[in-house]
């Protein structure tokens, strides 16, 4: 059983299109995080989120924490096929980093 | 190159062996986190040192055991191996024993057989 929750687990769209990965969780986490991994590779963390109601924009990527800090979304604009991986959030809690399954995202030109 | 850096690539082993994972941390990073990833259970945390220390338990089998080293290398045993344990196994590394951002190796790639 997850602690997290991310949905949809597969996410495929074409280039330009947007979207967005939710990540859920009954419990309250001091930071969350967005990594994203390719195949091979270890994930590669995005941005660390910390502040309920918290919204970070890195270029066409925006991240939003919610305001209990149980929550999470993460929103592409106009995506692009170098965008394509699987995307992890992780939520910090008593020393601890605990993952989502992940929801793979592919972008088709 | 995220500077952690994770030896072998990959691992190919019978049932009932042991092997030895290792990882190098990123330069100045006092702890070192393991985690396993399977198709069917994600990346599961299973064990974190800080500055030679253990720090935090997660779901790790009794069969498997870590350390961390004085130079803060950290080495995973797995013993007895199952064709179960056939997974990736990553090492990631933060600069403080509670941290919001790690930073991961490429991971060794066990198949057991």
């Known amino acids: 059983t997850q602690l997290l929750e991310q949905s949809p687990q597969f996410l495929s769209i074409q280039e330009g299109e947007n979207l967005t990965v939710y990540c859920n969780s009954s419990s309250v986490f001091s930071s969350l995080q967005w990594y994203r991994q390719e195949p091979g590779e270890g994930p590669v963390l995005l941005v660390t989120v910390v502040t309920g109601g918290e919204v970070k924009k890195l270029k066409r990527l925006t991240f939003q924490f919610g305001d209990a800090r149980k929550d999470s979304s993460l929103h592409i604009t106009a995506a692009q096929p170098g965008d394509t991986g699987l995307y992890l959030c992780a939520g910090a809690s008593w020393g601890k980093l605990q993952f989502g399954a992940g929801t793979q995202v592919v972008v088709t030109p | 190159d995220s500077g952690v850096t994770q030896t072998p690539k990959h691992l190919i082993t019978a049932t009932g062996q042991r092997v030895t994972l290792r990882c190098s941390p990123r330069?100045?990073?006092?702890?070192v986190y393991w985690y396993q990833q399977s198709l069917d259970q994600g990346l599961q945390f299973l064990i974190q040192y800080y500055n030679g220390e253990e720090r935090a338990k997660g779901n790790i089998l009794e069969r498997f055991s870590a350390q961390q080293f004085p130079d803060l290398h950290s080495e995973l045993n797995l013993s007895s191996l199952e064709l179960g344990d056939s997974a990736l196994y990553f090492c990631?590394?933060?600069?403080?024993?509670?941290?919001?951002?790690?930073?991961f190796g490429s991971g060794t790639r066990l198949t057991v057989v």
């Open positions: 330069s100045g990073d006092l702890s």
């Open positions: 990631a590394s933060s600069a403080r024993v509670v941290d919001y951002g790690y930073t």
